[in-house]
């Protein structure tokens, strides 16, 4: 916050009208208080969906549980709001104890935005790499404490082993760490709750053979595959067996809808089930279309809009027996899918990509004249591999 004001007493006064206001990182508070401060432009509803952790529980609340809370909310009474449904125990930050950045997004947001800030989805436990930068995270500051220090003045040089190579970062963490993006980026606006949620578990598992004809769930053979499919990964395989450890059924008692339930535990359940949170809503309509149903997302790690569905029209043309299309955003970047194609059915995974275009090449500019990234970590970043860069640094002579 640029206050102009040199002590953390006055930034208190300017923002809450009080001096001393203890900071939660699980609990919004004093809402009402800053939303007068800040002026029309800030609303309740904004803050609490682009800067709280509220959008990773609302679509695992049933509709009247998210109105009630809303309704607390606005009479300031936060705690009780929270701690009502159990919301507290069930924090999504619980198991970290360190606020987390993301050294490459500090460097971002210092160029581009000014100043560097805490990533919400960064201190989300399951998540443990940057969704954008596949760097893995590094802690700051416990979270309670220290909390009024500036990111800017932190050292934030990248280390060799932040890197991910491909391989650690599997799918399934990729489907996870979508799942969460996607979440806390749906618009407020749209009202997805767990009656919904239950709906698309439903016809997931009824696709996918976890029902019997009379409609009952054949959870052994559920939790077998699941537990078959998480054991592969490196990163969210702990939280998994963490999960499993409490309870050997609480995959029945998220199909149940059972509100003792954490949102990560939905977040397995639908990376499991769906892919991931936007698939889980369109389950009808994606599951048989080739190559999905518009619109599809950009794929382009530098681009404002990456893995949001931004691309209504893709160029389709047919071969013999298969539908070649291409999707192009306007950031420029401009990739490729076979029907036949592994890729066909996975909306955020391309054959090949035939144009970076502008936004991506400025990206990669910045990388080579303001870090001293090693290529292979710039790779990661922007995706592709050293090759790549190598020859774009060739082609734009930098
Ligand atoms: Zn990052
Ligand atoms: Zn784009």
Redesign the pocket.
């Known amino acids: 916050m640029m206050t102009g004001r040199s002590s953390n007493n006055h930034h208190l006064t300017d923002l809450f009208r009080k001096d001393r206001v203890a900071p939660n990182n699980t609990i919004p508070n004093q809402l009402i208080e800053l939303v007068n401060q800040l002026g029309e432009s800030v609303t309740i509803e904004s803050l609490l969906n682009n800067h709280t952790f509220l959008p990773l529980y609302r679509p695992f609340l049933k509709r009247h549980e998210f109105e009630v809370l809303m309704q607390n909310i606005y009479d300031g009474q936060y705690k009780k709001a929270f701690m009502k449904l159990g919301l507290t125990a069930r924090g999504v930050n619980k198991e970290i104890e360190c606020l987390r950045i993301?050294?490459?997004?500090v460097i971002?947001d210092k160029l581009f935005s000014g100043v560097p800030y805490l990533?919400r989805i960064?201190q989300v436990s399951i998540v443990s790499v940057?969704?954008?930068?596949n760097?893995v995270l590094t802690n700051i500051a416990a979270a309670n404490k220290d909390s009024y220090k500036y990111i800017g003045d932190l050292n934030c040089s990248i280390y060799e082993e932040q890197v991910l190579d491909s391989k650690k970062n599997s799918v399934v963490d990729q489907r996870i760490n979508r799942t969460i993006w996607q979440i806390l980026n749906l618009p407020f606006s749209k009202e997805v709750s767990l009656e919904t949620i239950l709906e698309k578990y439903n016809e997931c598992l009824w696709l996918k053979g976890y029902l019997t004809p009379k409609g009952k769930v054949r959870l052994q053979l559920l939790v077998d595959d699941m537990t078959k499919f998480y054991s592969n990964t490196t990163l969210s395989k702990q939280y998994f067996e963490f999960h499993r450890s409490l309870s050997d059924e609480w995959i029945g008692r998220v199909l149940r809808g059972d509100r003792q339930m954490r949102p990560e535990e939905h977040i397995f359940t639908i990376a499991f089930l769906a892919t991931d949170f936007y698939s889980l809503l369109n389950v009808e309509e994606s599951e048989n279309v080739a190559l999905g149903n518009p619109p599809w997302p950009c794929l382009n790690p530098a681009c404002c809009n990456f893995l949001r569905s931004v691309i209504w029209n893709a160029a389709i043309r047919k071969n013999s027996d298969e539908v070649i299309a291409t999707f192009e955003c306007k950031c420029g970047f401009k990739y490729l899918k076979h029907s036949n194609s592994k890729n066909a059915v996975n909306k955020y995974a391309y054959d090949r990509v035939i144009k970076y275009g502008d936004v991506w090449q400025r990206r990669l500019e910045f990388y080579i004249t303001h870090t001293d990234l090693p290529i292979r970590c710039i790779a990661r970043?922007l995706n592709c591999d050293s090759k790549t860069i190598n020859h774009h640094i060739g082609e734009l002579k930098l």
């Open positions: 993301c050294p490459l997004c971002e990533h960064h940057c969704v954008k930068h760097i970043s």
